[in-house]
């Protein structure tokens, strides 16, 4: 097992808690109904010696439970919150608006609820995410060449030192870190499922991750100092290349990627994240299955950190990694984009079959 349950207390006032850190990890199945769900499901909350934990859904239906029809545990968390989807598209529609909870409660919603709602399926709350979508014109700015000062304007942001700390918040590092010229240079791409950040030199893609993962700021700071902080905003032809295939692969037309890459993990991480680029496309591997492709059988759990350690999404596809029982499991930009990127990808196992 790659996750040791906490004891029965323990997870038992994580569900009356409805704490979202166990969510897609533990699931709760009640013996009173016949039923298992989240331990963030909102029903009313059963006695405690009628729940039984388990790790995975799996296991769930082993058991003999039915999933809920309240908290879905078997479909991508996001899709199944009206608010969230109807916030996700107003946002869309409105990217440079600055977000207030008056405008929340316009649109028929409690803000607390869609609080929790969000911070429950990103980690985030909705007004959290629009303002990232404003550092990111600041940034977009800040990329064209544009001065500090510009940039926090074309985000909308009256103060500097708010703009600076939003900015700081989201890539772990000041605007006036980024250097012009740089070696290593970063920029945006959007995509279906989100804005993405490219970083690459002039040779190979370092990096390549959803602008909402929390791991972000962290993976910067680690090329930053990498590289003696010759990092800047800006493009090299690996940025354009990606750009361009992942476009084709969104569109249903490219299965592969053939943009160079930089691996930096350690002998063996590489190892991993080597075998995770030949699933191919509508594939499905086990953390047992890529240990045991590398040679070494009982290193499941190290397999699994160095699969959480990818910071190339997409392109190094660790999406493709699921539960021994089949069930999805952690991935650090959202179970519900690992969910669509599955099911984007059964089209390319279609096109091999036919």
């Keep these: 097992m790659l996750f040791t349950l906490p004891d029965h207390d323990t997870l038992y006032a994580a569900l009356l808690a409805r704490d979202p850190s166990y969510d897609g990890r533990v699931f709760v199945g009640v013996s009173s109904t016949g039923i298992f769900c989240r331990l963030t499901c909102p029903a009313r909350k059963p006695n405690p010696e009628n729940c039984h934990f388990y790790e995975t859904v799996g296991e769930c239906l082993e058991a003999g439970y039915r999933p809920c029809k309240r908290c879905h545990p078997l479909a991508p968390a996001a899709e199944t919150d009206p608010a969230v989807q109807m916030l996700l598209a107003a946002l869309e529609e409105k990217p440079t608006h600055r977000w207030s909870e008056a405008d929340v409660i316009a649109r028929g919603f409690d803000p607390s609820t869609v609080r929790r709602s969000f911070r429950r399926h990103f980690g985030m709350t909705f007004l959290e995410m629009a303002r990232l979508r404003r550092v ?32 700081a918040k989201l890539l772990g590092m000041r605007p006036t870190d980024f250097r012009k010229d740089a070696m290593l240079r970063a920029d945006w791409i959007d995509t279906p499922l989100g804005a993405m950040i490219a970083v690459s030199d002039a040779n190979a893609l370092h990096l390549l991750e959803f602008a909402d993962r929390k791991a ?25 290349q990606i750009e361009a295939e992942l476009a084709e692969f969104f569109a249903g037309n490219r299965g592969c990627f053939d943009t160079p890459l930089a691996f930096s993990g350690t002998p063996f991480t590489n190892s991993v994240w080597r075998a995770l680029c030949k699933i191919p496309a509508g594939q499905t591997r086990s953390y047992g299955d890529i240990a045991r492709q590398i040679g070494q059988p009982t290193a499941t759990r190290a397999v699994a950190r160095a699969n959480g350690a990818n910071q190339i999404a997409i392109v190094i596809p660790c999406h493709r990694v699921i539960g021994a029982d089949g069930s999805l499991t952690g991935y650090g930009g959202g179970l519900w984009r690992k969910q669509k990127l599955i099911d984007l990808e059964k089209h390319y196992q279609l096109q091999r079959e036919i």
Excluded: M, N, W, Y
């Design 136 to 167: 990111r014109d600041g940034a977009s700015t800040l990329s064209s060449g544009g001065s500090v000062t510009e940039a926090q304007f074309d985000a909308g942001f009256s103060s500097p030192s708010a703009f600076r700390t939003a900015f």
């Design 216 to 240: 972000l700021p962290t993976e910067l700071k680690k090329l930053h100092d990498s590289a003696k902080g010759d990092i800047g905003f800006g493009r090299h032809a690996p940025t354009d």
